[in-house]
């Protein structure tokens, strides 16, 4: 889409699997107590559900190009849901009605150059 002389992207992707909690449950054990806990220990790019440990960084790394141009990330899983546009300016949502799995939804944007 191109808009006020910008190009937009906009993407969206879930599943219906264990969620964000089960994934790093999974691999620690229990590391908190709220689903959006989970959600803030996922961004933080310091835990991963990888069995080789290697990884996340993915989320931030999206966060943080889609935050540079006025862009956003939105990550939900359960009952939670975190929205950005940079790490500096998140802001987290409880008591969603429960979805199972995760959902993730990114929008950049760019300036359009001719």
């Known amino acids: 889409m191109i808009q006020q002389n910008r190009v937009i992207v906009c993407l969206a992707t879930g599943d219906l699997g264990c969620g964000i909690r089960g994934s790093l449950t999974a691999r620690y054990g229990s590391i908190a107590q709220e689903p959006l ?21 993915g989320l931030r790394t999206v966060e943080q190009l ?13 009952t939670a849901a975190i929205f950005s546009k940079g790490s500096d300016r998140r802001r987290g949502h409880s008591g969603l ?18």
């Open 97 to 114: 009605a429960n979805i199972r799995g995760a959902q993730i939804a990114v929008e950049f944007h760019a300036p359009l150059q001719v």
């Open 66 to 78: 889609a935050g540079s141009e006025g862009g956003y990330l939105w990550l939900r899983s359960e």
């Open 37 to 57: 806990d989970y959600l803030h220990e996922a961004m933080s790019g310091q835990r991963t559900a990888r069995s080789t440990g290697r990884g996340g960084l």
